[in-house]
């Protein structure tokens, strides 16, 4: 099972050497991972310090893990920043974390776009502040036709509001005439969902030891796998991922029917 994606290595010393990220097989990787990240406040406060302090080192943590998946050339990224749920904590944290997503577009977007990744935000971005706004709105346009790693990140997200927003929009087209109700189907729900460009989810990631979804891509999530770390995510790195995909690649995908695994 290791052979399968952990591609075989040329020479003994080099098996003993070569971390686990080096030996990840290409051929086997899944085609969408979603991560919640989660743990930048334990993080913090277990060393002694602030909140906000995790808060930066996540970031860190989140461009170490978007390399990663640049250099497995990975189809679809997708990222858990900010839930629907987050306005819950006080406000200077809420400021906070708006100030950070904005120096991180302002910081990072020229190299994802060298590094040809597709940016796109998921979630009621309409509620933001116009100035985070127009960053989310320049970075999705500059990276539009970027053909590499398709990477998604949920600010003000909710899986239930997506999907009442997705109804909303059924709605209002049974209301003009343009839909039957009984020509719904999962397909045609699924276009109408933030996420309808991206392949289902095939990998939940969850750092920090809980093991919940949070709201986060609820129906995406329907037949993904799970998979999940005490390492909480300022500490997450490629080798992590890494043991992720290992683990990943054990797994008996079955979705409903009969073993697929000799
Ligand atoms: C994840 O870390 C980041 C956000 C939810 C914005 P947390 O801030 O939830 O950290 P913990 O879970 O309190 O340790
Ligand atoms: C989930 O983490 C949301 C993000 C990672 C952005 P939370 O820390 O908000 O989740 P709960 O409150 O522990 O469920
Ligand atoms: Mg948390």
Redesign the pocket.
């Known amino acids: 099972m290791w052979k399968k994606i952990f591609g075989k290595s040329e020479n003994a010393n080099e098996e003993n050497s070569a971390s686990l990220f080096e030996q990840v097989n290409k051929d086997c990787l899944p085609r969408h991972i979603a991560i919640?990240?989660?743990g930048n406040?334990r993080w913090a406060t277990g060393k002694g310090m602030m909140r906000s302090v995790g808060h930066t080192a996540g970031v860190k943590a989140l461009k170490r893990t978007l390399k990663a998946a640049i250099a497995l050339n990975l189809e679809a990224m997708t990222v858990?920043?900010?839930?629907t749920?987050?306005w819950k904590r006080p406000a200077a944290e809420v400021e906070f974390l708006m100030k950070l997503f904005s120096e991180y577009l302002e910081k990072e977007i020229a190299e994802m776009d060298s590094d040809n990744v597709r940016i796109k935000f998921i979630g009621r971005v309409d509620e933001l502040s116009p100035g985070l706004k127009k960053q989310i709105a320049d970075a999705e346009q500059r990276t539009a036709n970027n053909t590499g790693v398709k990477f998604t990140v949920?600010v003000n997200y909710g899986g239930q509001d997506e999907m009442v927003r997705a109804v909303q929009s059924l709605a209002q087209d049974v209301k003009n005439g343009s839909l039957e109700p009984e020509n719904i189907d999962s397909k045609l729900l699924e276009s109408r969902l933030d996420t309808k460009e991206l392949p289902p989810v095939d990998l939940v990631i969850r750092t920090s030891g809980?093991m919940?979804l949070?709201?986060?891509l609820i129906w995406q999530t329907a037949y993904a796998e799970f998979w999940f770390t005490d390492t909480n995510?300022p500490d997450f790195d490629k080798e992590k991922l890494a043991e992720a995909l290992l683990d990943y690649s054990q797994r008996d995908r079955r979705f409903g029917g009969l073993n697929t695994k000799k």
């Open positions: 919640i990240m989660d406040g858990y920043a900010f839930s749920e987050n949920g809980d919940r949070s709201n986060f995510w």
